[in-house]
């Protein structure tokens, strides 16, 4: 927070015209139009920010996509996006937190926009060595791994196997769960194993035979297991002995067929604040990483959906507004 007086009202004109991304209906990536919207306006205990940069993740390209309607129906026309980095132009009444002028990142609905609504306690102050890319890209891969380690009570001591250990999920995953005192195994294609061992994780390479090469890794077992690539459900309830630390983030059917927890359906579990201030801890003892994969403009959303949707690479795409 800047040493203005907060909850401070902007004197200048509040911003109430602003481009975004958005579709009117499901469906293929051009469906997403850039077109001015009426901008949102703070209201008790939220603030207004210019959006500098939003990161693109995977839920984005399947909720435009219609995958999800079944429980995560949209309002259309919708402007996707859920994080973001950028200056408050506004605040609420009741904000005490935030002044207009600071530099914040955090969980911001709408963020394929110029400029979004969120709440105050969903954000942190952007530390002025984290470029606005990196930290855009930051609240939903700090947010999902904060929460499914805590639900998987990892701990020192604890082997815990990672799918998908180069994502973006993966890979704050991996930093927490060092972190923490844990041995972490991930999973990614070789390409990405310099990468993990980077991050301080023992990489194994995905496909036929993965539980196989775990097992030779860690003859002694795993206690936990995060599959954040999707498909591997049933092999890690067999490497753990059950189901109580296994846990899904992927695929909510395949968790149902296996007895396993699916994370983050239920708002009412998110750690927004316990997340975003882990990674400035480990950002503050020069340890965090997590790569921008790619920039583009808000107008190029459509490409950097069909990017997110190969499913393969590391660190986040983002947009710049
Ligand atoms: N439920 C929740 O709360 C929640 C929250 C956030 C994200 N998610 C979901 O979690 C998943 C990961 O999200 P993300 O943002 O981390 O995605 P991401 O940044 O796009 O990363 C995807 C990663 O998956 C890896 N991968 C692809 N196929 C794999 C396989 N068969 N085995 C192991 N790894 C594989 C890729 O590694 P290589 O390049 O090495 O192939 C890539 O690094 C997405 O499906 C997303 O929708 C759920």
Redesign the pocket.
């Known amino acids: 927070m800047s040493g203005k007086r907060p909850g401070h009202h902007t004197t200048g004109r509040v911003p109430t015209m602003s481009l975004a991304i958005s579709f009117a209906a499901y469906g293929e990536p051009e469906q997403l139009s850039l077109t001015e919207l009426t901008a949102p306006q703070p209201g008790p205990g939220q603030v207004q920010l210019k959006v500098r940069a939003a990161g693109v ?3 984005d390209w ?1 909720l435009r996509a219609g995958y999800l309607t079944g429980f995560m129906p949209l309002e259309l026309p919708h402007v996707p996006g859920l994080e973001a980095a950028g200056t408050v132009t506004a605040v609420g009444p009741g904000v005490t937190r935030w002044s207009v002028g600071d530099e914040v990142f955090g969980s911001v609905p709408a963020a394929y926009a110029e400029y979004a609504v969120t709440g105050e306690e969903l954000l942190a102050a952007k530390p002025a060595d984290l470029s606005w890319e990196q930290a855009g890209a930051l609240h ?2 700090a ?2 791994s904060f ?2 380690l805590a639900e998987l009570g990892v701990a020192k001591g604890d082997t815990l196997l990672i ?9 704050v995953a991996v930093q927490f769960a060092v972190a923490a005192g844990a041995r972490v195994i991930g ?3 070789p ?2 194993h310099d990468y993990l061992r980077e991050l301080g994780a023992e990489p194994v390479a ?2 036929e035979g ?1 539980f196989e090469r775990v097992r030779a890794l860690a003859p002694e077992g795993v206690h936990a297991v995060l599959d ?5 459900l049933a092999g890690s309830v067999e490497l753990t002995g059950g189901t109580e630390r296994v846990i ?3 695929d909510a059917q395949e968790a149902a067929g296996a007895g396993v927890r ?4 239920d708002p009412a579990t998110w750690r927004t604040a316990e997340g975003l201030a882990k990674v400035l801890e480990l950002h503050a003892a020069g340890t965090f990483v997590l790569p921008v ?1 790619t920039v583009l403009p808000l107008a190029e959303a459509a490409e950097a959906h069909r990017l ?1 949707a190969q ?7 983002v947009l710049t507004v």
């Open positions: 993740n995977p839920l399947k939903m891969a947010e999902t929460r499914t799918h998908g250990a180069a994502g973006s999920v993966g890979a999973t990614a294609s390409a990405n995905y496909g993965v954040a690539a999707g498909g591997y899904a983030i992927v699916f994370s983050g359906t994969r997110s499913g393969h690479g590391r660190g986040r795409i």
